[in-house]
């Protein structure tokens, strides 16, 4: 029942069409650099190749000093001012217009007097209130609720984990394999974001796709009674993959542009935060698979079912990934 269980996941992702990777936060930072005078830098993530429809709306009494000017980026859009506001920022209001028609988050950083405040704006509440210091542990908050949204929408991630579970025989293996996928994944991440490697983005999201669908050919194999390096060790194969699949969590940090002396609290609390959604997310398919298999008979043919439409899934990312690569 598990794998039927994960069949439906499949056709469910299907009719997401291929938008794995494009639920990507907007970016604010706002730094004081004088007596109510501060350097604003905005940016907003390009969806389907278009610009996020949301407009940052300062307080009325804000100023504009210079700009704003406007940067074009890979995948985003960069506006930079320099601003003015009689008798600071302190406890006022920024609008972002638009948010709540969008499924994007918005990750503001304020540095006020030396204080620096970091949240995350929801489309449920599109503004922020500036607020006073901001203590250690509601910045790590912050960040693991953004690691555990970023591997809960990252629907390419959940499939190669779901594909994982096809070909692994018994629950000893699925935790040797699945620590076997965090700990990989856990390097590059932490390689990506410090730039000291780096791949782009595009062929690393076709990548990704692929790596599901030869898990799919795996877990096919194994059901015909066939068995190879994938199906006997496939901590293996996880830890292989999740090299890759390391590179394609960095881009959610490394696409903010954060300050380098926030990286490190960043890349810990946004890796936590994936493992939890990653657990999450086996839990959530073992507890449904668990509850079903009390109801309904097995179908034998369901392990392969799912194989077919993950497969499915994957290979409809990886062809449209390629054609976004060199059309």
Same mark, same amino acid.
């Given at each position: 029942?598990?794998?039927?269980?994960?069949?439906?996941?499949?056709?469910?992702?299907?009719?997401?069409g291929?938008?794995?990777?494009?639920v990507?936060?907007?970016?604010?930072?706002?730094?004081?650099?004088?007596p109510?005078?501060?350097a604003?830098?905005?940016?907003t993530?390009?969806?389907?190749?278009?610009p996020?429809?949301?407009?940052?709306a300062?307080p009325?009494?804000?100023?504009t000093i210079?700009?704003?000017?406007t940067q074009e980026?890979?995948?985003?859009?960069?506006e930079?001012?320099?601003?003015?506001?009689?008798?600071?920022?302190a406890g006022?209001?920024?609008?972002?217009?638009?948010?709540?028609?969008?499924?994007?988050?918005?990750?503001?950083?304020?540095?006020?007097?030396?204080?620096t405040t970091?949240?995350?704006?929801?489309?449920?509440?599109?503004?922020?209130?500036?607020?006073?210091?901001?203590?250690?542990?509601?910045?790590a908050?912050t960040?693991?609720?953004?690691?555990?949204?970023h591997?809960l929408?990252?629907?390419?991630?959940?499939?190669?984990?779901?594909?994982l579970?096809?070909?692994?025989?018994?629950?000893?293996?699925?935790?040797?394999?699945?620590?076997?996928?965090?700990?990989?994944?856990?390097i590059?991440?932490?390689?990506?974001t410090?730039?000291?490697?780096?791949?782009?983005?595009?062929p690393?999201?076709?990548m990704?796709?692929l790596?599901?669908?030869?898990?799919?050919?795996?877990?096919?194999?194994?059901?015909?009674?066939e068995t190879?390096?994938a199906?006997?060790? =496939?901590?293996?194969? !996880?830890? *292989?993959? +999740?090299?890759?699949?390391? @590179?394609?969590?960095? $881009?959610? &940090?490394?696409?903010?542009?954060?300050?380098?002396?926030?990286?490190?609290?960043?890349?810990?609390?946004?890796n936590?935060?994936?493992?939890?959604?990653?657990?999450?997310?086996i839990?959530a398919?073992?507890?449904?698979?668990?509850?079903?298999r009390?109801?309904?008979?097995v179908?034998?043919?369901? =392990?392969?079912?799912? !194989?077919? *439409?993950? +497969?499915?899934?994957?290979? @409809?990312?990886?062809? $449209?990934? &390629?054609?976004?690569?060199?059309?």
């Amino acid at each position: 029942m598990l794998r039927a269980i994960l069949a439906l996941l499949a056709a469910l992702l299907l009719a997401t069409g291929a938008r794995a990777h494009e639920v990507r936060p907007a970016y604010l930072q706002i730094d004081q650099t004088g007596p109510d005078r501060y350097a604003v830098i905005w940016r907003t993530p390009q969806l389907s190749g278009m610009p996020l429809p949301v407009v940052l709306a300062l307080p009325d009494d804000v100023r504009t000093i210079s700009g704003p000017g406007t940067q074009e980026m890979p995948g985003s859009t960069i506006e930079r001012r320099i601003v003015e506001a009689p008798g600071g920022l302190a406890g006022k209001r920024i609008d972002f217009v638009g948010l709540q028609a969008t499924i994007t988050d918005v990750l503001a950083r304020v540095t006020l007097d030396g204080r620096t405040t970091t949240t995350m704006v929801r489309p449920s509440q599109p503004w922020l209130k500036i607020a006073g210091e901001q203590s250690t542990l509601e910045l790590a908050a912050t960040y693991v609720r953004n690691g555990i949204e970023h591997i809960l929408f990252g629907f390419d991630h959940l499939l190669f984990v779901a594909s994982l579970m096809l070909i692994v025989r018994d629950w000893r293996v699925m935790v040797k394999t699945i620590t076997a996928f965090t700990v990989a994944h856990s390097i590059t991440l932490a390689l990506a974001t410090f730039g000291l490697v780096t791949l782009p983005a595009k062929p690393v999201e076709a990548m990704i796709a692929l790596s599901i669908m030869l898990v799919c050919v795996e877990a096919v194999r194994l059901r015909r009674g066939e068995t190879s390096l994938a199906t006997d060790w =496939p901590w293996l194969v !996880a830890f *292989a993959f +999740g090299l890759l699949h390391g @590179f394609g969590f960095a $881009g959610a &940090l490394v696409d903010l542009g954060l300050p380098s002396a926030d990286i490190p609290l960043a890349l810990l609390f946004f890796n936590i935060g994936v493992e939890i959604g990653q657990l999450l997310f086996i839990a959530a398919i073992l507890a449904v698979a668990t509850s079903i298999r009390r109801i309904f008979a097995v179908p034998r043919h369901a =392990p392969v079912a799912a !194989a077919y *439409a993950i +497969g499915i899934v994957a290979s @409809f990312w990886c062809f $449209g990934r &390629l054609d976004a690569m060199f059309f």
